[in-house]
């Protein structure tokens, strides 16, 4: 697995470039094992800037582990994961949003708190004035003195999304992002995450609901018992030219 | 069909036949060689048997953390296994540290137990060998336990000598290093040796034995034979 | 720059443990009233000379101070597996040290509140006042929360996934302070009886307790976080 590291901090726009336009998403025969058995194997994919991904399967198929593995918190037992060319770590962090169904969120902080640590921790610019444009965004402001253990699943699964992206980063993982959202909420994800493919970031999500997936996704990859069975589409694309 | 032996099999078993010839003149020299002690009499050779597991298990601690800073260096299941192998043994070694050092303090000093330092940090050593079993029983994914427990190994490594500074500093009734006759000197000697070279024998082989059963494991994984 | 973003990460996790503690404590007023609860116990139990309080008071303290603090190690870790939060956490553009010195610093001030309610009870039940030496004892209470809070917080990571995390917390964790315990226990009867040399000859063992464990922390908490 290479290890090269990017810079501690987020550089400022005008001096960060991808490098060499590799993909910003890459796994190589990633596989992750447990206990000897892979629950992922030898998956590879590709996918680029602009693009939304629906990652598709049964319960229990290894979508969750590879999507933790794609976001660095997974260790593969082989293979690799690269981001932008370059091995995910805590310094490229800044790169990624990542929201899972368990939401990441303090239940004792407010919706406004657990916010603000997140862009605390990004070491965002103004991050006061990030919070309240999330908060708007979500629909969530005047949920936000309200602690988050409070909130109703709905309410706690906006905020967990706007928790992942408050620092506007260009990869973005969702696991199972629709579950618990009511027919407004879904309307309102679906309309984020096709404004987020406009402004070119790579997005790769879960769903169970194959319909979700043939409207918004621009390609599905299935897995079934932890081989990806649509076949690498890279094909369809430039080959990524990472180091 | 003529089986040979390996030439690994053939080393064990040489090496087995060299240990053994080791630790029978050893026993020899304890009790036929080294003099009688003048205050304790018979009872003091408990003290070449006893010094030389301590030794073993402390180095059993040393071998531990090495080999489990290795392991997160490497990330090769052989050094985990000589993690546990050195554990094993050295645990093994703390138990027969206390229990000799019990035998010997009760007849020198008419108590089965007191707060000496070298009891101490042999007490505290077997309770950390103890937590390290604790921590490998508790996992089921062999490489979390690997790592996990390899992170302990390295926290005790740590911590052994401070241990040993503290319950220096606090009691000191133990013979550090005592009056001895140059014959006792020379049967001490060859039984830390002795003993040393049964703690590897026993770690090649127990590491061995942990590697062909994680092989066995694996094999049966890949055809589901279990999960 | 990358100091100035570690540092503040680091204020605002510190600041986020806390808040949380305020918001819903859980730690806090448990380990509390159990200190209490222990320094009332220990010190029925021992019915001395009120000429040896001297002696024991240090020791009765520092007990009581030690298990109670295990309910905020405890909570630690634990309290960060609701909602997946810990795997948020290591999701952020922050080094496993800076986690680790986040959590040792909210253990340290944890163990800080703790004496400054049990050093009063315990001038109450001993009738020995441990603040007579300000200095001496506010040294001897920072080294030692210092190295408790760092051995703690690696052995609270260590076993917060596992099954048997109380039990073990403890198992694992005491060996392995032991030179804390003692130099604590030792330094303040030493501070108590106005032996100042004895005293600093303690305070250098915590130090160096301490420092080891610090920065021993800082470098392998990363093996304890990755999955």
Known sequence: ?243 | MKRRLSISTISILAASFGVSALLAACGWMIFLFAPREITMGDVQRIVYLHVAVAWCGLAGCVAMGLTAAAYLARRNSVWDHWSQAAGELGWLCATLTLATGSLWAHEAWNTWWTWEPRLTASLVLWTVFAGYFLVRASIEDAQRRARLSAVLAILALADVPLVIMATRWFRGIHPVTPEMDPRMRIVLLISIVSFSALFILLAILRKEQLELAARVLSRERQTGVVN | MALSHAAKTWWWLVHKDLLRELRAPRAWPAMLILSLALAMVISVQIDSPSDQHLELAGGMFWLAAFFAGTVALDRSFSGEHEQACWQGLLLYPVGPGTLFLAKLAANFLAFCALDVVLVPAFTLLSGVSLFAQPGPFLATALVANLGFSAVGTLVSALTSGLSQRHGLLVLLLFPLVLPVVLGAVQATRAMLVGDFSSWWRWIQLLSCFAAVFVALGTLIFDYLVED
């Not at chain 1, 309307?187 to 402004?199: C, G, M, P, V």
């Open chain 1, 1 to 243: 697995m290479t290890n090269n590291r990017q810079p501690f901090l987020r550089p400022t726009a005008a001096d960060w470039r991808p490098e060499r336009e590799a993909a910003p998403v890459v796994a190589r025969q990633l596989t992750r094992a447990m206990n000897g058995r892979p629950v992922v194997a030898r998956a590879d994919l590709a996918v680029q800037a602009g693009e939304l991904v629906a990652l598709t399967g049964a319960n229990g198929a290894g979508k969750t582990t590879l999507l933790r593995c794609l976001a660095g918190r997974l260790r593969p037992t082989s293979g690799e994961v690269l981001w932008f060319g370059l091995a995910p770590s805590p310094a490229s962090h800044w790169l990624l949003g990542y929201a899972a169904h368990e939401g990441h969120l303090y239940p004792e902080l407010t919706a406004s708190e657990n916010l603000l640590f997140a862009a605390r921790m990004h070491s965002l610019p103004q991050p006061q004035q990030r919070v309240d444009e999330m908060l708007a965004k979500t629909g969530m402001t005047r949920y936000s003195g309200q602690a988050a253990g409070r909130l109703s699943q709905g309410l706690r699964q906006r905020l967990s999304l706007a928790r992942a992206l408050v620092h506007d980063p260009p990869i973005v993982l969702l696991d199972e992002p629709f579950a618990g959202l009511d027919t407004a909420g879904l309307a309102w994800l679906e309309n984020w995450l096709r404004e987020l493919r406009t402004r070119q970031r790579t997005i790769i999500f879960s769903s169970h609901d194959d319909q979700q997936c043939r409207a918004l996704a621009d390609r599905k990859l299935e897995l079934q018992s932890g081989r990806l069975q649509t076949a690498s589409l890279t094909d369809a694309y430039p080959p990524a030219r990472c180091a």
